[in-house]
């Protein structure tokens, strides 16, 4: 596609549920990153994919969050026993080359995530 | 401190002023540098990417650089009300090897007509 892609746009999850959020980078580009944006905040790095090795998750809040690129294109983000602190969007930006050439991020549009 | 310090605003300026967005980083030997506009429930925008000491112009935007200072700024020339909007600096630290952003706060822009 033409720009990064992420579904939901918005979800609603009771404390607790799991949730799973996708992102679909532009395609060919081997860097894909997530980033949790709070209200009012910028946002802030969760994990790092180059293809599909997932070399930095130095940001993830806690071990309930995971996220996987197995063929190194589509990336999920998902969240388990989902808490209220949870709530925020969620950025999935891509590049097009390896993390060291300092190639600009391009941004999805994001998910919208609100725990009850 | 935090790594990276914008104003959050909000800065109002006349429609056609100059508005003039700053920022601040903590790593000195950071190595790109990028402003990327927000508006209101969208996803950031790139506008501007830097990466060596000076000024860079594309259009009504210039940024400028001073890595000794640690300081990067936005110029927005002849501003519009369809620049109001949130800008955030981001700036990709040079202890990264994994290019991942450290983003400011963001600065909340408001051009009145």
């Known amino acids: 596609g033409a720009g990064v892609s992420q579904s939901p746009r918005y979800k609603v999850a009771k404390r607790g549920q799991d949730v799973a959020l996708r992102c679909d980078p532009i395609?060919?580009?081997?860097?894909l990153f997530w980033y949790q944006q709070a209200l009012g905040q910028g946002p802030e790095f969760l994990t790092y994919?180059?293809?599909?090795?997932?070399?930095?998750k130095s940001g993830l809040p806690s071990d309930r969050f995971f996220a996987e690129r197995p063929e190194g294109s589509v990336s999920t983000l998902k969240i388990q026993r989902t808490q209220q602190e949870d709530s925020a969007v969620y950025l999935c930006?891509?590049?097009?080359?390896?993390?060291?050439?300092?190639?600009?991020?391009?941004f999805g549009d994001g998910t919208r995530l609100s725990i009850l | 401190q935090k790594e990276v310090e914008q104003n959050s605003g909000p800065l109002s300026v006349p429609e056609g002023a100059i508005a003039s967005l700053n920022c601040t980083y903590s790593d000195r030997v950071s190595q790109s540098f990028f402003w990327y506009r927000q508006y209101s429930g969208k996803s950031p925008e790139l506008i501007m990417s830097i990466y060596s000491n000076g000024d860079k112009e594309d259009g009504r935007f210039t940024a400028q650089l001073n890595k000794a200072s640690q300081y990067v700024s936005l110029l927005i020339r002849d501003s519009q009300p369809s620049d109001s909007a949130t800008y955030l600096c981001a700036v990709n630290m040079g202890s990264s090897n994994t290019g991942k952003l450290i983003f400011g706060q963001g600065t909340t822009l408001q051009v009145k007509p």
């Open positions: 395609s060919g580009h081997v860097s």
């Open positions: 994919f180059q293809n599909e090795a997932q070399l930095d």
């Open positions: 930006a891509s590049s097009l080359l390896t993390a060291g050439s300092n190639q600009p991020q391009h």
